[in-house]
């Protein structure tokens, strides 16, 4: 019975890998740039790096060979051209994931390329952040005044429970100058994330917590002009734009 399991299990698998049509391979032409070939196939640009092993979207040259995963068309006759009336950036320039996916983040949108670079450093060290409150995002990681604001500021009801972006290990919990009542929790590879301006901290230090475990509650202490949470995420000593990180929207938003 084992055996006749297995072999209708490998089968079952032959199938379905035989159901799943090869990467079409894509040829790069003389004017063509990595917009031109993503919009022509139908396929995200960052998809398109991430099945070749590149990180500038600027780097492909004339005769190099692509590899482009669930292609919506076979390869073009002829190089592909810009529509009339479409001027598509040219190579290194900034490219940006369509308005949808930041409703409500308004000109806090990262760079698409940016957020897919810090995603797969975060990936290589087995980490995926999630969001650690529902809210709406009234301040970026920018510069105000002058000075860098090293976080977001995500609004919330005060009380309302904060939650663990990754997993990881406690290394601060409590008063911590104009941060307020903080946590700090360490992750893998480096990394860190920072809960600012806590009613009070649920958690304490040297404590283990796991993604999506309530660590604090939202309040308004520290330098707070109201109940919100700051949020940092580090790398190293380094203060990284959070949003690089996180998904496009918080669950419950």
């Known amino acids: ?7 209708a299990l490998l089968l079952a698998a032959w199938t379905a890998c035989a159901g799943r049509p090869e990467p079409v391979v894509h040829t790069v032409r003389e004017g063509e740039n990595l917009y031109r070939i993503s919009a022509y196939y139908g396929v995200p640009i960052t998809a398109i790096l991430d099945a070749n092993g590149l990180e500038d979207p600027g780097t492909i040259a004339r005769g190099q060979r692509l590899r482009i995963p669930d292609a919506r068309r076979a390869p073009p006759g002829e190089p592909l051209r810009p529509p009339p009336g479409v001027r598509p950036p040219g190579p290194g320039s ?22 897919w670079r810090a995603r797969r ?4 060290a087995g ?7 529902a809210g709406p995002v009234s301040s970026g990681f920018a510069r105000r005044e002058g000075r ?4 977001i500021d995500v609004l919330g009801e005060p009380g309302a429970l904060v939650r663990a972006a990754e997993t990881g290990v406690v290394a601060h919990s409590g008063p911590l100058g104009a941060y307020g009542n903080l946590v700090l929790v360490r992750h893998a590879g480096g990394f860190a994330t920072a809960y600012a301006h806590a009613r009070r901290a649920l958690v304490a230090a040297g404590e283990r917590v796991r993604r999506g475990d309530p660590i604090a509650e939202v309040g308004a ?30 669950e419950g938003r």
């Not at 900034?94 to 940016?114: H, M, T, V, Y």
């Not at 980490?127 to 409150?133: G, K, S, T």
């Not at 860098?148 to 976080?151: D, R």
């Open 94 to 115: 900034p490219l940006e994931p369509p308005r949808s996916q930041f409703r409500g983040l308004g000109d806090l949108r990262p760079n698409a390329i940016a957020r």
């Open 148 to 151: 860098l604001h090293e976080g």
């Open 121 to 124: 450093a975060a990936r290589a």
């Open 221 to 250: 202490t520290g330098n707070a002009t109201g109940p919100h949470l700051h949020f940092e995420i580090r790398r190293g000593e380094r203060a990284v734009d959070p949003l690089l990180f996180l998904p496009d929207a918080p």
């Open 1 to 7: 019975m084992s055996r006749a399991l297995l072999a």
């Open 127 to 133: 980490l995926a952040f999630a969001w650690p409150l």
